[in-house]
């Protein structure tokens, strides 16, 4: 079966940095468009971050220029390097994988900016 693994949450300070993995298993990611969702509580999901098979990426403008989303296509993994944090990037993230056949998602790890 599909799964996809989140790792690498935490708790930082205002301005330090996280580098979030998400490991897919039962599935090559390389046919897929992967993305990281945030879920704070008593808010909706958004999605910050994405990245296409070619390597085409996109950000939520409150990230732009803080995170970066790659991939390593050898190790069927996606990251989410986070530098700058601020408090208001606390969250459960979930990586997300898309292709046309449908999609997947991970259990979410918790990221947490203190101020």
């Known amino acids: 079966q599909v799964q996809l693994v989140e790792s690498g949450g935490g708790l930082v300070q205002s301005g330090g940095s996280l580098r979030l993995s998400c490991a897919a298993s039962?599935?090559?990611?390389?046919?897929?468009?992967m993305g990281w969702y945030r879920q704070a509580p008593g808010k909706l999901r958004e999605l910050v971050a994405r990245?296409?098979?070619?390597?085409?990426?996109n950000y939520v403008d409150s990230v732009r220029g803080r995170f970066t989303i790659s991939r390593d296509n050898a190790k069927n993994t996606v990251y989410l390097q986070m530098n700058s944090l601020k408090a208001e990037d606390t969250g459960v993230y979930y990586c997300?994988?898309?292709?046309?056949?449908?999609?997947?998602w991970g259990q979410g790890t918790q990221g947490s900016v203190s101020s």
């Open positions: 997300d994988a898309r292709s046309v056949q449908g999609g997947y």
């Open positions: 039962g599935m090559i990611l390389s046919g897929y468009t």
């Open positions: 990245i296409t098979s070619g390597g085409s990426t």
